[in-house]
Nanobody, 124 residues
Framework: QVRLLESGGGSVQAGGSLILSCGAS?????TAWFRQSPGKEREGGAA????????YYADSALGRFIISRDNTNNTVILQMNHLKPEDTAMYYC????????????????????WGQGTQVTVSS
C-alpha cells in the first residue's frame, strides 16, 4: 500500500514557477504527475521510475517541467517553470507498485495509488 500526499499548489501569474511535492509512505515502481481541469480528461504530465530515475514527459511539459526524486525522503518533485494559463488544473500524484511499461506511463488506469490533488491556478 502506498499513500501519497501532494503539496505546493497555489496561484501564480503566467511565466511564473511552482514546485509540487509528492510524499509517499511506501515504495513505488513509478510515480507520475497528472492534471485535470473541469470538463477535460485526466492527462499525464511527467513520470519517473524509482530504479534508474528514468523520466518521461508529455509534450506540453517538455522544456518547462522537471520531475525528480528525493529518495532520502521518498518524495517526487515537479518543478514547473514558464507556467501558462492553460496549465491551470488540479494536479495529482499517482504511483504504481507493478511496472506497467514505460511506453504507457501516461495511462492513468495503470496507477493504483493516487493522492488527493493540489490546485494550480495560473493567471494571465
Amino acid at each position: 500500500q502506498v499513500r501519497l500526499l501532494e503539496s505546493g499548489g497555489g496561484s501564480v501569474q503566467a511565466g511564473g514557477s511552482l514546485i509540487l511535492s509528492c510524499g509517499a509512505s511506501g515504495r513505488a515502481i513509478c510515480t507520475a504527475w497528472f492534471r485535470q481541469s473541469p470538463g477535460k480528461e485526466r492527462e499525464g504530465g511527467a513520470a519517473i521510475y524509482t530504479r534508474g530515475g528514468h523520466t518521461y514527459y508529455a509534450d506540453s511539459a517538455l522544456g518547462r517541467f522537471i520531475i525528480s526524486r528525493d529518495n532520502t525522503n521518498n518524495t517526487v518533485i515537479l518543478q514547473m517553470n514558464h507556467l501558462k494559463p492553460e496549465d491551470t488544473a488540479m494536479y495529482y500524484c499517482a504511483a504504481e507498485v507493478k511496472d506497467g511499461g514505460a511506453k504507457l506511463w501516461s495511462n492513468p488506469h495503470r496507477y493504483d495509488h493516487w493522492g488527493q490533488g493540489t490546485q494550480v491556478t495560473v493567471s494571465s
